[in-house]
């Protein structure tokens, strides 16, 4: 059984770096083809690509957030960790993490993790 | 970047009806490399079609995809209420791997 579950900070104030960590199980991100991304969704508003690291410690980025972003893996815990620097309000959502795989895309998410940015 | 475009942004339909949603492209997407995932209020998004035509282990076969280029469909055959819901498209060939804006399935 595969899964992925989000873990970090409910509650960050402005300018602040958030850090989230993304643990999963059932699958190896050594296996060729496979990487784990993360996605956001704020509140009542539509799902937005963040970013993605390969098991060859390929590394993709959102163009418009890239300067703030940084992804990381530690193939031997079995996580995955994004870094978002300077928070802002408008940074409040929920952040899912979630399987990629070639042929199937997104295939398996975790339930999500709500973060709220406010003073 | 890729831009997608769902249409309509809401379809109100009765149980029983047959629900047809867009997903249109600003680039071809290579090797259909498109996805449609569902999702419920208060859940992670759930997919339901990969490589834009084939269903994810479990999903009815009510649920179709079609499509390639920049022009995709989404077709839910006959409506159960299980189905109102939120829709997405996604192409995941390019990065950044963007997300449509989102279609949503309302009982009318």
């Known amino acids: 059984q595969i899964t992925l579950k989000e873990s970090g900070p409910t509650l960050v104030k402005p300018t602040q770096t958030l850090t989230l960590t993304c643990t999963f199980s059932?699958?190896?991100?050594?296996?060729?083809?496979?990487?784990v991304g993360w996605i956001r969704q704020p509140p009542g508003k539509a799902l937005e690509w963040l970013a993605l690291i390969y098991w060859d410690d390929d590394k993709r980025y959102s163009p418009s957030l890239r300067s703030r972003l940084t992804i990381t893996k530690d193939t031997s815990k079995n996580q995955v960790v994004l870094t978002m620097t300077n928070m802002d309000p408008l940074d409040t959502a929920t952040y899912y993490c979630?399987?990629?795989?070639?042929?199937?895309?997104?295939?398996?998410w975790g339930q999500g993790t709500t973060v709220t940015v406010s003073s | 970047e890729f831009v997608l475009t769902q249409s309509p942004g809401t379809l109100s339909l009765s149980p029983g009806e047959r629900a047809t949603l867009s997903c249109r492209a600003s680039?071809?997407?290579?090797?259909?490399?498109l996805a449609w995932y569902q999702q419920k209020p208060g859940q992670a998004p759930r997919l339901l079609i990969y490589g834009a035509s084939s269903r994810a282990t479990g999903i009815p076969d009510r649920f179709s995809g079609s499509g390639s280029g920049t022009d995709f469909t989404l077709t839910i055959s006959r409506l159960e209420p299980e189905d109102f819901a939120v829709y997405y498209c996604?192409?995941?060939?390019?990065?950044?791997?963007?997300f449509g804006q989102g279609t949503k399935v309302e009982i009318k």
């Open positions: 680039q071809s997407v290579s090797s259909s490399y």
């Open positions: 059932g699958f190896s991100l050594s296996t060729s083809g496979v990487g």
């Open positions: 996604q192409q995941y060939g390019t990065s950044p791997q963007t």
């Open positions: 979630a399987r990629r795989t070639s042929r199937y895309g997104m295939d398996v």
